[in-house]
């Protein structure tokens, strides 16, 4: 069993930033690929950013390619999300997910391929 718990969120202003942290236990986190959803009223769960267990290579859909940014400290168990420049489209319940499978990263992109979620915290970004 993986316990996964995001910490972070809030209200923030278009344009501002917010940084969402998410600590993963009960397995060697090193070994876990960690990835980053959201999910807005009404709309399917999509993802967000992904970093592998391995190398640290990191993925990103296209709308958040250049303003968010994924990075992990393994020694701390913590995966982070760095969010600049959000928008009002950004507004979502986020949630943190923890995979135990190794794919090519491109495929972390699906919720199938994560085993562990956290419960998700709340962003809102008001413009």
């Known amino acids: 069993q993986v316990q996964v718990v995001e910490i972070g969120g809030g209200l923030v202003q278009a344009g501002g930033s917010l940084r969402l942290s998410c600590a993963a236990s009960g397995r060697t986190f090193s070994s876990l690929t960690m990835g980053w959803f959201r999910q807005a009223p009404g709309k399917e769960r999509e993802f967000v950013a992904a970093?592998?267990?391995?190398?640290?290579?990191?993925y990103y859909r296209d709308s958040v390619k250049g303003r968010f940014t994924i990075s992990r400290d393994n020694a701390k168990n913590m995966v982070y999300l760095q969010m600049n420049s959000l928008k009002p489209e950004d507004t979502a319940v986020y949630y943190c997910a923890a995979a135990t499978r190794i794919y090519h990263i491109s495929r972390y992109y699906s919720t199938e391929k994560y085993d562990y979620w956290g419960q998700g915290t709340q962003v809102t970004v008001s413009s």
């Open positions: 970093i592998i267990c391995l190398g640290g290579n990191t």
